[in-house]
């Protein structure tokens, strides 16, 4: 399974450094086992129809933190766009690229994907930057705001609580998790240079043994006019 960057397929890039990511030895370990535990979020779905219901044919679209590939690549690629996911986690890359061969996956960790400008038409963050410290999601939001196009869209889905570095199990994995609460976290979109035109807030229960009631938040945004560079 191991490849080099230079992979001239450009697909499923693994390498050493990816593996010690402590969110890739998370999500290696879970694997297909969390698309199964959300696949019920009925939140998620209506998210991905917002933004379908936005999208010219044949958008480009970021998929931050793809996961299994379903369901944000599948209903994206499976309406025609172009999608290109990125997960620090080969064996999520591994599982996208078989479960969704019409979108691209690459392994990388966001914080260091160059990222051009006015590149995606939308970008997805579903439940992606909750291993990043807060520095690190405001500073990937910012990178992110800046690939979009003028007036693209974006979506932001966390778990919104005011916590950091919190150490935690999630689905029987020691994770360490940071987030802002809700009203922080529009705000990190606002300055980030995004109009919030809709949120949901939800509570969700994975369906897990080891899995309780968790606070969802969707924020549905669209890159305002003008962003500082
Ligand atoms: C909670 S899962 C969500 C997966 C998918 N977005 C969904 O909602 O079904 C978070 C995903 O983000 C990935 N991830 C975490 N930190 C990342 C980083 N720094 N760069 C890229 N991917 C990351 C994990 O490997 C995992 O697959």
């Known amino acids: 399974m191991r490849r080099h960057p230079s992979d001239p397929t450009g697909r499923t890039l693994v390498t ?8 890739a030895a998370v999500f290696d370990a879970l694997g297909a086992a969390y698309e199964k535990a959300f696949a019920g979020s009925e939140a ?36 025609g766009h172009e999608v290109l996911g990125v997960d620090v986690s080969p064996v999520m890359v591994e599982l996208a690229s078989r479960q969704v061969p019409s979108a691209s996956f690459r392994c ?7 990222l051009e400008e006015n590149s995606f038409d939308a970008i997805c963050v579903y439940f992606s930057l909750l291993q990043l ?10 990178r992110l705001v800046r690939a979009l196009t003028p007036d693209g869209r974006l979506v932001l889905a966390t778990v919104p609580l005011d916590v950091e570095g919190v150490e935690a199990v999630f689905m029987g994995q020691h994770v360490r998790v940071t987030s802002f609460d809700t009203l922080d976290l529009v705000a990190v979109a606002e300055e980030a240079g995004l109009d919030v035109l809709e949120r949901e807030e939800t509570l969700f229960t994975p369906a897990h043994p080891d899995a309780g009631p968790e606070p969802h938040v969707f924020l549905h945004c669209r890159r305002r006019d003008t962003v500082d560079a």
């Open 108 to 114: 990388a960790d966001i914080r260091e994907l160059p």
């Open 133 to 142: 410290d807060r520095h690190e999601q405001t500073d990937v939001v910012r």
């Open 44 to 79: 998620h779905r209506r998210s991905l129809e917002w933004l379908l219901g936005r999208l010219a044919p044949g958008s480009r679209v970021l998929d931050v933190g793809s996961g299994t590939g379903r369901p944000t690549a599948e209903a994206l690629a499976g309406a």
């Open 16 to 23: 050493d450094e990816h593996r010690q990511s402590p969110a």
